[in-house]
């Protein structure tokens, strides 16, 4: 049952737009298989860290920018790259983006060395930055009535799950024969959303205006800033200079983006989108959700092969009864939301991941392994039920030309989430003898973060569209 706001939205939606538009379905397909192929890429890197290692020697702090070097550009460029989507049209911003991601997936595979990884994962980021707000914003252009989107958002959603249920497995299964597998993979998945996103139909352009330079600066500024500063805090220590003046650093480059915002010609977020309530607690609810479920992921991937003496294929395998339920919940959600109001999934997928993070934590290291399997399915699984309803539930509450921004914000905070995650957890378990305590502290640390943003949840009401 909706909420009275939520059928307010809901019928000002039906009423005023056609149930689809032509070219509908092969749209929602390269939507879908555009955010499979970036979400399997941020999490089948995870298991195949140990053989990366292997090729190319280096500490923790190599492995972290592996990982936070693709999820530090997708976080800084998907503001300006929602802005983008809404300016130059959702269809052609979907392919240049899915393209510049093929490219540098091939170029990921083919790295002599460390250096050239992260840099060829820089420019992943930059493309998967772009795919994720002009995906959802063709679904939102190809489906204009609220209930249809919904169900296309679950069916988008159901990609991302699979994407990231599939990408442990998938680590652990190419890691046996050589890591680089796991990146040319992206090749035929990118090229397959490229065909159908020809047969789309064209998008329509929001006035243009200038780039805004200030912003999208000062954003890479203050988050390269902030991940480099907590993964350094983890070998130099959070008193050091360098580490002390990163955190100014990103500070003083976070205030100059509010300024931008508050006072630009053109800003790319705006100021009043980033002081709405909706925004501001969605972006929260984003960041706390990715910092427990991305930061599972790297802890016990990790976990499993260095005190548990797994494999990297038993190490995915593990993952499998949580991502195959976190699979089946997303397509729930779109009936959950209708069934019982936009908040209640929302609220309901926080609570089963906290208590998962929790359970994970209190599981003695002499356990057996199948105890930590189990733990992992509340924490994946409720993801899973939140995710598509926070971003349907925003969806519903901004301006159609405001939806390729709006989506950029929220996932912009769900990937600075889970590059934090990373960096400070990976801070925590840096010390081999201090694996096991550091990896109890950081899942307590990210099941605390969830419990506070699913009591900020009841606050969560959809208010006038911005």
């Not at 499979?36 to 702090?61: E, K, M, Q, W, Y």
Request: glycine share 12%; hydrophobic share 55%; charged share 10%.
């Amino acid at each position: 049952m909706s909420t009275p706001a939520d059928t307010t939205v809901l019928v000002a939606d039906q009423t005023a737009a056609a149930p689809r538009r032509p070219g509908a379905g092969v749209a929602l397909g390269a939507a879908l298989l555009g955010f499979f192929v970036i979400t399997l890429d941020a999490l089948v890197v995870n298991v195949a860290l140990p053989s990366i290692r292997g090729s190319f020697g280096g500490g923790i702090t190599g492995l972290q920018w592996v990982i936070d070097g693709y999820t530090l550009m997708f976080a800084a460029l998907l503001l300006s790259a929602g802005s983008l989507t809404d300016r130059l049209g959702a269809r052609r911003t979907f392919g240049v983006g899915l393209a510049l991601f093929v490219v540098a997936s091939a170029v990921c595979g083919l790295a002599p060395n460390l250096g050239t990884l992260v840099g060829s994962r820089l420019v992943q980021g930059a493309g998967a930055a772009v795919i994720v707000p002009s995906s959802l914003a063709l679904i939102r252009e190809a489906f204009p009535d609220a209930g249809r989107r919904a169900k296309a958002i679950s069916i988008w959603a159901l990609g991302g799950s699979v994407g990231s249920a599939a990408g442990p497995v998938a680590g652990g299964f190419f890691s046996q024969v050589d890591w680089r597998l796991i990146f040319f993979i992206n090749l035929p998945v990118g090229l397959i959303a490229l065909l159908l996103l020809m047969r789309a139909q064209g998008s329509q352009r929001s006035a243009k205006a200038p780039f805004d330079w200030a912003g999208q600066l000062s954003a890479v500024v203050a988050m390269a800033a902030l991940t480099f500063a907590a993964i350094e805090a983890g070998s130099a220590g959070f008193s050091t200079p360098k580490v002390l003046g990163s955190f100014l650093l990103a500070l003083g480059a976070a205030a100059v983006f509010v300024g931008a915002q508050a006072r630009g010609r053109h800003p790319m977020v705006g100021l009043a989108l980033l002081q709405d309530r909706t925004m501001v607690l969605a972006s929260a609810i984003g960041f706390a959700l990715n910092v427990g479920f991305y930061g599972m992921i790297f802890l016990l991937s990790l976990y499993l092969q260095q005190a548990k003496g797994m494999s990297a294929l038993a190490t995915g395998l593990a993952f499998v009864p949580m991502t195959l339920l976190t699979a089946s919940v997303s397509p729930t959600a779109a009936w959950f939301a209708a069934r019982f109001g936009a908040r209640m999934p929302v609220i309901t997928g926080q609570v089963a991941m906290a208590g998962g993070l929790v359970l994970l934590a209190l599981v003695p290291a002499t356990a057996p392994t199948w105890l930590l399997v189990a733990a992992m399915i509340p924490v994946g699984a409720g993801g899973s039920l939140a995710v598509p309803a926070l971003t349907s539930l925003l969806l519903d509450h901004v301006v159609p030309g405001r939806a390729g921004t709006a989506t950029g914000v929220l996932n912009t905070s769900r990937q600075v989430g889970g590059a934090l995650a990373v960096a400070v957890f990976g801070a925590l378990i840096a010390e081999p003898d201090h694996l096991s305590g550091g990896l109890e502290a950081s899942l307590l640390i990210a099941a605390a973060a969830v419990a506070c943003t699913t009591a900020a949840t009841f606050l969560l009401r959809p208010a006038a569209r911005v």
